[in-house]
């Protein structure tokens, strides 16, 4: 009994200085994949820009790339304007969409669009979550944004819309938890392009230029579609054979586009 008396205090003490241990010595903050091709890193940067002169994306938007040597690691500004993009305001974010070192640096509340599509999507290497103007309309009405021009054939067979109502209820409309994002994953589910009920929209792709090319051409082909829709009588839309040949075509070429767009915007960043 006395034995039993002594080690009390002892075995006491223990767990109170083990309760005093701060949280990151208990939850070990998510470590670096490691540095990143500067190349890549530039193109990261330049995305934003380019999303910001083609009007996609204003103040507000983001675009990320999956980490390229660790699929469980993405990249993404600091919260901040697009235009503003550096690449010393490049995060690196774990799945569960915590910053590995956010060096006091802001994020984005709606990081959770991105981690979570990268969870459920293997193949998406970047995403872009848009509040382009043109496709708002279409994610509002009972209209369908369907591919009208060779250029949006991507958006066959269909684009879904995120309802954000059955997840949240009355919300703010901001995808600012992982419920919500894993949410807006399954609605997007094996699709390029997904619309956000009154919000924007979440396009995905294998690379950052092609993910830039389809939220431009998104937001185009919605222009092009309420433009067809008010001169009245029927639309012809693009149909499964002729937009899958179309796509093929599209992987071939939409380098040039990135090209032009890329020179255009590091022309801008160029100090005079």
Do not use: C
Not at 53 to 81: C, E, K, Q
Not at 178 to 190: C, E, N, R, V, Y
Request: no cysteine; glycine share 6%.
């Amino acid at each position: 009994m006395a034995s039993t008396r002594s080690a009390a205090p002892m075995l006491l003490a223990m767990v109170f200085a083990f309760s005093l241990q701060p949280a990151s010595a208990q939850t070990p903050a998510p470590t670096s994949a490691g540095p990143v091709d500067p190349a890549l890193m530039q193109d990261l940067v330049v995305a934003n820009r380019v999303l910001t002169d083609l009007n996609v994306i204003d103040g507000f938007g983001h675009v990320s790339m999956r980490h390229p040597t660790d699929p469980n690691r993405y990249l993404m500004g600091r919260s901040v304007a697009p235009a503003l993009v550096t690449a010393d305001d490049i995060m690196e974010y774990d799945l569960d969409s915590n910053p590995v070192d956010a060096k006091g640096r802001a994020s984005f509340l709606e990081r959770f669009i991105h981690g979570e599509i990268y969870k459920a999507r293997p193949d998406v290497k970047a995403v872009v979550h848009t509040h382009s103007p043109g496709i708002i309309p279409f994610s509002v009405s009972s209209t369908p944004l369907r591919p009208v021009f060779h250029l949006g054939a991507f958006l066959f067979p269909d684009v879904p819309v995120f309802e954000i109502r059955d997840s949240a209820g009355m919300s703010n409309m901001l995808v600012s938890n992982a419920q919500l994002g894993k949410a807006l994953a399954s609605t997007l589910g094996d699709r390029s392009v997904a619309l956000m009920r009154g919000h924007g929209s979440v396009v995905v792709a294998a690379t950052i230029p092609m993910a830039v090319f389809r939220a431009h051409y998104s937001n185009v082909n919605a222009q092009l579609q309420s433009q067809a829709l008010a001169l009245g009588g029927s639309v012809s839309y693009l149909l499964g054979e002729e937009s899958q040949k179309t796509l093929a075509v599209i992987d071939q070429i939409h380098g040039r586009a990135w090209d032009l767009w890329k020179r255009a915007a590091l022309e801008k960043m160029t100090p005079k």
